[in-house]
């Protein structure tokens, strides 16, 4: 007989696999209120509920994926973030699956460094907009004050916030993003517990420290 202690049904070791969220319908109603709110108000810092995510990965990134992926999400995860324990335990709780394609990927998990830049995720189309790619980018700190100067739709007056871990080169990729809209990705951040939300529709500007 198969010993349950030590595999899935599917072949997945459960030592490798990272528990869920404790009342999957209500916490996942609660995640996905609150990307809502990070996409709409853009620059806005909000803090999850403490959940245990497998080592490497923030605790709000993994909430999110819980709360949105399914088997109908094709998920993209960069280099150092994908563990066995990532992997496994988002195949289990969600059933999606992993491709290696950025194009295809409904959703990216990524660290800030694995990435040379953010092309190659889908945009979508100009018939479907919305067929584009999430992604979720660990950066070291998030604040709500900061160098970064954000405007646009749903920011009434221009905000300022600090968004550390991000190379030089990434304010000019996202206003790339920006400038081909209504096509482009949306970008969430998050930092442990921390969330903030990045749409193709915001214009990012940095303040010089000089």
């Known amino acids: 007989m198969e010993n349950l202690n030590q595999q899935t049904r599917s072949g997945l070791p459960l030592d490798e696999l990272c528990t869920g969220l404790a ?16 996409l709409s ?10 959940v ?6 923030h605790s709000a990134a993994y909430q999110v994926c819980l709360a949105l992926l399914d088997a109908d999400t094709p ?5 150092s973030l994908a563990t066995p ?9 969600c059933g999606c699956r992993v491709t290696h394609r950025r194009e295809e990927a409904i959703f990216a998990v990524a660290s800030p460094g694995d990435l040379e830049s953010i092309a190659g995720f889908s945009p979508g189309s100009h018939e479907y907009p919305d067929r584009s790619t999430t992604v979720i ?10 160098p970064w100067r954000l405007s646009g739709p749903g920011i009434e007056q221009p905000k300022q916030v600090g ?3 991000l190379a030089n080169h990434w304010p000019a990729w996202l206003r790339s993003n920006r400038a081909s809209f209504p096509l482009g990705v949306d970008l969430l951040l998050t930092d442990g517990n921390s969330l903030m939300g990045l749409p193709r529709t915001t214009l990012v500007e940095v303040e010089s420290c000089m």
């Open 23 to 38: 009342e999957p319908v209500s916490q996942s109603q609660q995640i996905f209120r609150q990307v809502l709110t990070a």
């Open 41 to 50: 108000e853009p620059g806005t810092r909000l803090t999850l509920a403490p």
């Open 163 to 165: 968004i550390e871990g």
């Open 75 to 79: 998920l993209w995860v960069s280099d």
């Open 137 to 146: 980018l660990q950066v070291d700190h998030l604040h709500s004050t900061g």
């Open 52 to 57: 245990p995510a497998p080592k490497g990965i």
């Open 85 to 93: 324990s990532l992997l496994n335990s988002l195949r289990f709780h």
